[in-house]
């Protein structure tokens, strides 16, 4: 029921932006410029009236129609809406150049869409079209299930193709696009751009190779740079490093690289990608590409709100640089460029200096500086060193759970050595794009703890110190070793537990369950101060949020509160911390029960599907399936009272974290997907069922227990005296 909710808000939100973007394409007048208004196109016939052009778009002569709609329009910012083109030329002449750029001659549908040339328009400075189909990847990227085919035009997607206008074709795009530019790429760099900028990339490396002595006819800077970037018979895609990136490297090292010319060409031509235009809207995350003069490969990778996109390129056999794309897909006459904030493929840095340079990561230096001396050592090693370097967001969040915790040497070393690998451990995340069930491992110096790698979402994970993180920015090589900046701390979870199952894109249906029944407050760190913010794949519905004003209860919480209902509901209540299991059922889980008849009649109830959800949940105990024997099996009493069965595979040749694991319930089993993602107060398992069976139906759940495993006595003395203490005396 939540992925039809979630499907039928996209398509609301899809009609809303683009109408009539799921009908048949049909003929809606005789030419292109009637059928723009009944498209709610106006915006753009507006910039054809003022172009004085309405007779072009009204002739019965065969022509093509790249256009936005009018929603698009609406949503830009003034300073683009004003220079979208130039209003001040004689004649209309910004007006005409700007709907020319996006004409084309003859009738072009998407069936002959092509990215070996690009297509000519009427633009009276030659300007161009890339149109580009592609299937990209769904869902999670390690299947390599191709999407439905989409297309492109200059990296905009047409969401509304082959719209017939009698002799016309208008194709609607889902964004404004900006004026092509009529250079090349070699042009742009060097100095033909709208800035008018020469690019340090091209001035302090590029033009003193174009000067240098070369090895022969093959091996040279002519043949294998210029040529490329000035070829307008075949698009390129090409990485220009800013002005700042050139300028943090340090004179000796420059001086190295402009001493070594054979480098130096590979290392210029790891920025040229050639034969195809790659907007970073059609390129898949961890899609790779070889590059020119066969030098190495670039890979992208697509952030999770799919605003910031990464590329890393390495030389072959060479460590791998990761940039991010600060501005991205600036069309030009034979191609694409995209600015990028580093060198690729050209490693200066140590692991401390990327640490402490990068503003991203400088909270992790100020903890790495109060840790044990011989952990500052292994990081200053001349080489092998692999270092996860949390965000500085992931460390500020650590104040919500201690505001004291750079003080705390334990936990500083604890982090740091959770954050290392060992010294004979190697890792490429951008070379790792399977699944959860065939995650890749690799060890820690803090007591050869596992920490699992997958990819999911079209997105790259770490796990740690049972601490889920994002990769936001991946094999950043080092002299001595590598860097990968991760969006959480190891060892120190950050969100409470209905939390945690909140921000996981695939337990929306679970949460919304949770909280039905009200076990999203039962289940809450009544001492944390406030939750991580959540941050959602591009997948997930806009607008979905959680209250998070900070769990912590506090004297006049508990001076407000009814002591029936703090009896009732020792947990989430009270200043009384629990710690919980909690075996999760997954969204396909809660979807297939609430499809069958029995599942639908228990979750109208709520009282009896709260005491079903309860078995699955066990009260003061935190269980952690990786340090389960193999074959080996406990009973798990439930919060419901029910006692359940934990059982691991017994398959000894594999490590701990990898067995599969199953909880039962007399005659069902579930079997655990998911296993050991901390909470500050517990540890959850993702299932692939709910544990229902047929006497849940009418067995009688208004009795049962609060927590069956320890004692109630106990429980209810400790709220006495918490209660006491908080009381005015």
């Given at each position: 029921m939540a992925a039809y909710n979630t499907l039928l808000v996209r398509i609301q939100l899809l009609v809303a932006i683009f109408p009539g973007v799921l009908s048949q394409s049909t003929s809606v007048a005789q030419n292109s410029y009637d059928s723009l208004t009944k498209l709610n196109c106006s915006q753009f016939k507006a910039i054809i009236e003022a172009a004085n052009l309405q007779q072009r778009y009204k002739s019965p002569s065969p022509l093509t129609l790249f256009v936005f709609v009018d929603a698009a329009y609406n949503r830009l910012p003034p300073y683009m809406v004003t220079n979208l083109y130039d209003r001040s030329s004689a004649n209309n002449g910004g007006a005409n150049e700007y709907v020319s750029s996006f004409t084309v001659d003859g009738v072009i549908e998407t069936s002959s869409f092509s990215k070996a040339t690009p297509y000519p328009t009427w633009s009276v400075k030659s300007r161009k079209l890339f149109l580009n189909m592609r299937n990209l990847r769904v869902g999670n990227t390690a299947s390599g299930q191709a999407g439905p085919t989409k297309y492109f035009a200059n990296g905009a997607m047409i969401v509304q193709p082959n719209i017939q206008a009698g002799q016309h074709v208008i194709h609607i795009l889902d964004r404004v696009l900006p004026l092509p530019l009529f250079e090349t790429v070699l042009a742009y760099v060097s100095g033909y751009n709208p800035d008018k900028k020469i690019y340090k990339f091209f001035e302090l490396f590029m033009s003193k190779l174009s000067v240098a002595p070369q090895e022969d006819s093959i091996n040279n800077y002519q043949r294998q740079v210029r040529s490329v970037l000035v070829n307008l018979a075949q698009p390129v895609t090409f990485f220009l490093p800013s002005d700042r990136a050139v300028e943090r490297i340090p004179e000796g090292k420059k001086g190295e690289l402009l001493g070594n010319p054979k480098k130096l060409l590979r290392i210029i031509t790891l920025h040229i990608v050639p034969k195809q235009a790659l907007y970073t809207s059609l390129v898949n995350h961890n899609e790779q590409f070889n590059t020119q003069y066969n030098s190495g490969r670039v890979v992208f990778r697509k952030n999770f709100d799919r605003e910031a996109v990464y590329?890393?390129?390495?030389?072959?056999?060479?460590?791998?640089?990761?940039?991010?794309?600060?501005?991205?897909?600036?069309?030009?006459?034979?191609?694409?460029v995209h600015?990028?904030?580093?060198?690729?493929?050209?490693?200066?840095?140590?692991?401390?200096?990327?640490?402490?340079?990068?503003p991203v990561t400088t909270n992790f230096e100020q903890l790495i500086k109060r840790a044990r001396i011989d952990l500052q050592q292994t990081l200053g090693a001349s080489n092998g060193v692999y270092v996860f370097a949390p965000t500085t967001e992931a460390m500020q969040a650590i104040l919500n759970i201690d505001d004291n915790y750079i003080n705390d040497q334990a936990l500083i070393n604890m982090v740091l050595e959770r954050s290392i690998l060992q010294p004979d451990q190697f890792i490429s995340l951008t070379d790792h794009s399977g699944g959860y069930e065939s995650f890749n491992i690799a060890k820690s110096r803090y007591n050869s703890e596992i920490i699992k790698i997958y990819s999911a979402g079209n997105d790259t994970w770490v796990e740690g110190g049972y601490v889920k993180a994002r990769v936001v920015k991946p094999d950043i090589g080092c002299i001595n070793g590598v860097v990968h900046q991760i969006d959480a701390v190891f060892g120190i979870p950050t969100r409470d537990l209905p939390h945690t199952i909140f921000c996981e894109d695939w337990l929306q249906s679970t949460y919304i369950q949770l909280k039905f029944v009200g076990l999203d407050n039962y289940m809450r760190d009544t001492q944390l101060m406030r939750n991580q913010a959540c941050k959602f794949s591009a997948n997930t519905p806009a607008g979905n949020a959680v209250p998070n004003t900070g769990n912590r209860i506090r004297d006049t919480d508990l001076s407000s509160s009814s002591t029936s209902t703090i009896y009732?509901?020792?947990?989430?209540?009270?200043?009384?911390?629990?710690?919980?299991?909690?075996?999760?059922?997954?969204?396909?889980?809660?979807d297939n029960f609430q499809r069958t008849t029995y599942g639908k009649t228990i979750m109208q109830n709520r009282k009896r599907w709260r005491w079903i959800l309860r078995r699955l949940l066990t009260f003061r105990e935190v269980i952690y399936l990786d340090r389960m024997a193999p074959g080996s099996q406990r009973v798990m009493y439930s919060d419901n009272g029910d006692e359940v069965v934990l059982r691991t595979d017994s398959r000894s040749n594999i490590p701990s974290a990898q067995r599969t694991a199953y909880i039962k319930f007399e005659s069902v089993e579930a079997k655990v997907i998911h296993s050991d993602i901390g909470a500050t107060n517990g540890v959850m398992h993702i299932i692939d069922s709910v544990l229902f069976v047929l006497d849940d139906l009418t067995r009688d759940v208004s009795s049962a227990p609060i927590a069956a495993h320890g004692s109630i006595f106990l429980l209810t003395m400790q709220f006495v005296l918490a209660f006491w203490m908080t009381t005015d005396r």
């Amino acid at each position: 029921m939540a992925a039809y909710n979630t499907l039928l808000v996209r398509i609301q939100l899809l009609v809303a932006i683009f109408p009539g973007v799921l009908s048949q394409s049909t003929s809606v007048a005789q030419n292109s410029y009637d059928s723009l208004t009944k498209l709610n196109c106006s915006q753009f016939k507006a910039i054809i009236e003022a172009a004085n052009l309405q007779q072009r778009y009204k002739s019965p002569s065969p022509l093509t129609l790249f256009v936005f709609v009018d929603a698009a329009y609406n949503r830009l910012p003034p300073y683009m809406v004003t220079n979208l083109y130039d209003r001040s030329s004689a004649n209309n002449g910004g007006a005409n150049e700007y709907v020319s750029s996006f004409t084309v001659d003859g009738v072009i549908e998407t069936s002959s869409f092509s990215k070996a040339t690009p297509y000519p328009t009427w633009s009276v400075k030659s300007r161009k079209l890339f149109l580009n189909m592609r299937n990209l990847r769904v869902g999670n990227t390690a299947s390599g299930q191709a999407g439905p085919t989409k297309y492109f035009a200059n990296g905009a997607m047409i969401v509304q193709p082959n719209i017939q206008a009698g002799q016309h074709v208008i194709h609607i795009l889902d964004r404004v696009l900006p004026l092509p530019l009529f250079e090349t790429v070699l042009a742009y760099v060097s100095g033909y751009n709208p800035d008018k900028k020469i690019y340090k990339f091209f001035e302090l490396f590029m033009s003193k190779l174009s000067v240098a002595p070369q090895e022969d006819s093959i091996n040279n800077y002519q043949r294998q740079v210029r040529s490329v970037l000035v070829n307008l018979a075949q698009p390129v895609t090409f990485f220009l490093p800013s002005d700042r990136a050139v300028e943090r490297i340090p004179e000796g090292k420059k001086g190295e690289l402009l001493g070594n010319p054979k480098k130096l060409l590979r290392i210029i031509t790891l920025h040229i990608v050639p034969k195809q235009a790659l907007y970073t809207s059609l390129v898949n995350h961890n899609e790779q590409f070889n590059t020119q003069y066969n030098s190495g490969r670039v890979v992208f990778r697509k952030n999770f709100d799919r605003e910031a996109v990464y590329v890393s390129g390495a030389l072959r056999q060479g460590s791998t640089v990761t940039a991010r794309v600060s501005s991205p897909n600036i069309t030009v006459l034979n191609g694409v460029v995209h600015h990028i904030d580093e060198v690729l493929g050209f490693v200066y840095k140590t692991v401390m200096q990327e640490i402490s340079l990068d503003p991203v990561t400088t909270n992790f230096e100020q903890l790495i500086k109060r840790a044990r001396i011989d952990l500052q050592q292994t990081l200053g090693a001349s080489n092998g060193v692999y270092v996860f370097a949390p965000t500085t967001e992931a460390m500020q969040a650590i104040l919500n759970i201690d505001d004291n915790y750079i003080n705390d040497q334990a936990l500083i070393n604890m982090v740091l050595e959770r954050s290392i690998l060992q010294p004979d451990q190697f890792i490429s995340l951008t070379d790792h794009s399977g699944g959860y069930e065939s995650f890749n491992i690799a060890k820690s110096r803090y007591n050869s703890e596992i920490i699992k790698i997958y990819s999911a979402g079209n997105d790259t994970w770490v796990e740690g110190g049972y601490v889920k993180a994002r990769v936001v920015k991946p094999d950043i090589g080092c002299i001595n070793g590598v860097v990968h900046q991760i969006d959480a701390v190891f060892g120190i979870p950050t969100r409470d537990l209905p939390h945690t199952i909140f921000c996981e894109d695939w337990l929306q249906s679970t949460y919304i369950q949770l909280k039905f029944v009200g076990l999203d407050n039962y289940m809450r760190d009544t001492q944390l101060m406030r939750n991580q913010a959540c941050k959602f794949s591009a997948n997930t519905p806009a607008g979905n949020a959680v209250p998070n004003t900070g769990n912590r209860i506090r004297d006049t919480d508990l001076s407000s509160s009814s002591t029936s209902t703090i009896y009732q509901d020792l947990c989430g209540y009270t200043v009384h911390r629990c710690e919980f299991t909690f075996f999760v059922p997954n969204g396909t889980a809660i979807d297939n029960f609430q499809r069958t008849t029995y599942g639908k009649t228990i979750m109208q109830n709520r009282k009896r599907w709260r005491w079903i959800l309860r078995r699955l949940l066990t009260f003061r105990e935190v269980i952690y399936l990786d340090r389960m024997a193999p074959g080996s099996q406990r009973v798990m009493y439930s919060d419901n009272g029910d006692e359940v069965v934990l059982r691991t595979d017994s398959r000894s040749n594999i490590p701990s974290a990898q067995r599969t694991a199953y909880i039962k319930f007399e005659s069902v089993e579930a079997k655990v997907i998911h296993s050991d993602i901390g909470a500050t107060n517990g540890v959850m398992h993702i299932i692939d069922s709910v544990l229902f069976v047929l006497d849940d139906l009418t067995r009688d759940v208004s009795s049962a227990p609060i927590a069956a495993h320890g004692s109630i006595f106990l429980l209810t003395m400790q709220f006495v005296l918490a209660f006491w203490m908080t009381t005015d005396r």
